[in-house]
């Protein structure tokens, strides 16, 4: 018996790894409903049960949802960004504060740990999110935002800290999208120059300043 039931939980956990690498690779994008409990089964040669309890467990954790009558939806991109996005909920200032405290240290390390590659994908980034701006393409200017902060905190090469920061993206893009306007006038977004220019020169209170300035006013303006 113990034997049998070992084999049948690493069959299961072998069926979670597969599910969580699909998400991953964006296979199954957020949002989207994965195939039905027969399909997977069949398409990964395990028993129903075992594709039920795997699926089961990665609704537990936030990966999926599972929807009565309906099916299973990819909720996030990780277990993380699903766990964190149960705890902030929609709370626009809970977002921007957990921000805050990730990002100021993030850029304050990124400024003396940063690499000449990295700092050119940074203004890389930049120009994208400037040029998205321009043609006023509101998706594509979130996206080259959030993937800027991102960058910038991956630039600090604290592995905890990247993956933390990481498994926030959902809520993180979801907050850029909420402090953007739609119309995206010459004067209706913050520039993050002063980010790259500090980071550029090594200089790691001026990138915190930075990093913290432009925060601080999009809090400031949800009191207005």
Same mark, same amino acid.
């Given at each position: 018996m113990p034997l049998a039931t070992t084999r049948r939980a690493g069959l299961v956990?072998?069926?979670?790894d597969q599910l969580r690498e699909a998400v991953r690779q964006g296979e199954w994008p957020v949002g989207s409903r994965i195939p039905t409990e027969p399909k997977l089964a069949s398409?990964?040669?395990?028993?129903r049960n075992t594709?039920?309890?795997a699926v089961r467990a990665l609704s537990h954790s936030g990966l999926l949802e599972v929807r009565q009558g309906d099916g299973t939806y990819v909720r996030a991109t990780s277990? !993380?960004?699903? =766990?964190?996005r149960r705890l902030c909920g929609a709370e626009l200032r809970e977002v921007l504060q957990v921000r805050r405290m990730l990002e100021v240290e993030a850029a304050r390390i990124a400024a003396t740990?940063?690499?000449d590659e990295e700092l050119a994908r940074l203004r890389d980034l930049h120009d994208q999110r400037d040029a998205a701006q321009r043609d006023a393409r509101f998706a594509d200017f979130v996206r080259a935002?959030?993937?800027?902060?991102?960058?910038? !905190?991956?630039? =600090?090469h604290n592995g905890l800290l990247t993956e933390l920061y990481r498994g926030l993206t959902e809520t993180i893009t979801a907050s850029v999208a909420a402090t953007t306007h739609q119309e995206l006038g010459p004067a209706e977004h913050i520039q993050h120059r002063g980010i790259i220019d500090a980071i550029a020169d090594r200089d790691a209170a001026r990138a915190a300043e930075e990093a913290a300035e432009f925060l601080d006013e999009l809090l400031a303006d949800l009191d207005r």
């Open positions: 956990d072998q069926v979670i398409t990964l040669g395990v028993g594709v039920r309890e277990e !993380v960004s699903g =766990a964190i740990g940063r690499t935002d959030a993937e800027f902060h991102l960058a910038v !905190v991956a630039c =600090a």
